[in-house]
């Protein structure tokens, strides 16, 4: 079977690729053995992730959680702070609200499954084609690629999108694997049986990171998220991660289910070498590194670089991966790199301990970090807002931060 875009994984990135190509009249074939599927994340999706998708998905439809705050601990000190999120006050609110308002939402959670769920059917309504097999084999054939499945079928396509995460299959057979300082950890467990309407985070530096709870309908995403050559184990941050429901009570006497997946969580550097696309080959969302390195939020990354992947192919101009990669690099390279520069002392106690203050004392700290967390405040003038609210000393670290990093 002939088509003229292949994309290896039906996750959000690639879901909305394939609806992006298809709704403009390409042939596009998606493959994946296993989605929709329940996926070891936190599973939030901000306001302006669904903006993006608001015309193909149905909320009404899409059982979520509408998050009600963001709870920081730091259990060092004994300190705790409340961020309200179901309302929606400030300069960044102002700055983004033509996206809000498209959703009228902050921040949900959805399991993946059924959020995923959703966008394939999108795509597929689109007119995509979702074949539920794993790509084995991606060969060069006469300037396409052939490529063959696991159970023995062959397609012939002119574009090859990897979609398929950071141990992405199409990355790997184009050389551009990620080593492993440049990937996260995200372990943990599900909650079976415990419900909220609260994120839980807390910030920690052995290893640098953060461990969260996330509200699901019907459980909770509990985990610890840290780089992959910190030297702890998935094991052993599991563990961490166990001792943190034993001590705070949350998920308490809910059946845990344990998981681990690989996150991109690239440096500055490796952001300034970013390759994700080259002659008849794009890679989007995870497997193109396009993930928060301080958050390691990656959906609204994925689908907006999904965006510009179907833009390129069926809009664009002149050679279609040189114009997806300055799309990308234009669009959402700038602001991973502002997070890059502030990952590496982001965790470290001095910063925990500035932010839990200000947390604790100024409404307008606990607006900022709303809005960081539902997404509509971006990295960009980051700091000037922080200065506006008289916590200067919370934004001269940050601006330490990114200034070190640049050096």
């Not at 995460?165 to 943990?188: C, E, H, W, Y």
């Not at 166990?242 to 705070?248: D, F, V």
């Amino acid at each position: 079977m002939d088509a003229d875009v292949v994309i290896v994984g039906a996750g959000p990135a690639g879901a909305w690729t394939a609806y992006g190509l298809a709704r403009r009249g390409a042939r596009v074939l998606l493959f994946d053995p296993s989605h929709p599927r329940e996926k070891p994340c936190g599973g939030g999706v901000t306001g302006r992730a669904l903006s993006i998708v608001a015309e193909a998905v149905s909320l009404d439809r899409l059982p979520a959680v509408h998050v009600r705050s963001a709870r920081f601990l730091d259990r060092a000190t004994g300190v705790s702070a409340a961020v309200p999120l179901d309302r929606a006050k400030g300069p960044a609110d102002r700055m983004e609200s033509s996206e809000r308002c498209r959703t009228g939402e902050r921040l949900i959670v959805a399991s993946r499954r059924d959020f995923d769920a959703h966008l394939v059917s999108a795509a597929e309504r689109a007119g995509a084609t979702l074949v539920p097999a794993r790509v084995s084999q991606v060969a060069r054939d006469n300037g396409a690629f052939r490529v063959l499945t696991a159970d023995g079928r062959t397609y012939s396509t002119r574009w090859m999108i990897g979609a398929d995460g950071a141990n992405s299959f199409v990355r790997r057979r184009m050389g551009k694997r990620f080593p492993l300082d440049q990937l996260s950890i995200a372990t943990g467990f599900f909650a079976h049986g415990a419900v909220s309407d609260e994120i839980v985070i807390e910030m920690m530096a052995d290893p640098p990171g953060y461990l969260w709870s996330f509200p699901r309908v019907d459980h909770l995403a509990i985990g610890i998220c840290a780089q992959a050559d910190a030297g702890k184990s998935a094991a052993a941050l599991r563990a961490v991660t166990a001792t943190w429901i034993g001590e705070t009570s949350i998920g308490a006497g809910a059946r845990l289910q344990p998981y681990s997946w690989p996150i991109p969580s690239l440096s500055v550097e490796a952001f300034d070498t970013l390759e994700i696309a080259g002659p008849g080959w794009l890679l989007v969302g995870d497997a193109a590194g396009l993930v928060d390195p301080v958050t390691r939020e990656g959906i609204y990354f994925a689908l907006k670089s999904a965006e510009h992947a179907a833009d390129a192919l069926t809009v664009a101009t002149g050679e279609p991966d040189r114009q997806y990669f300055a799309r990308v690099r234009g669009d959402i390279v700038p602001e991973l790199i502002r997070a890059a520069q502030l990952k590496a002392r982001f965790f470290r106690p001095r910063f925990t301990r500035l932010l839990m203050q200000a947390l604790q004392q100024s409404e307008g700290i606990r607006r900022v970090m709303a809005d960081l967390v539902a997404g509509t405040q971006t990295y960009r003038g980051l700091e000037w807002r922080l200065a506006k609210t008289l916590e200067v000393g919370l934004a001269w670290e940050l601006l330490q931060m990114r200034s070190a990093a640049k050096l």
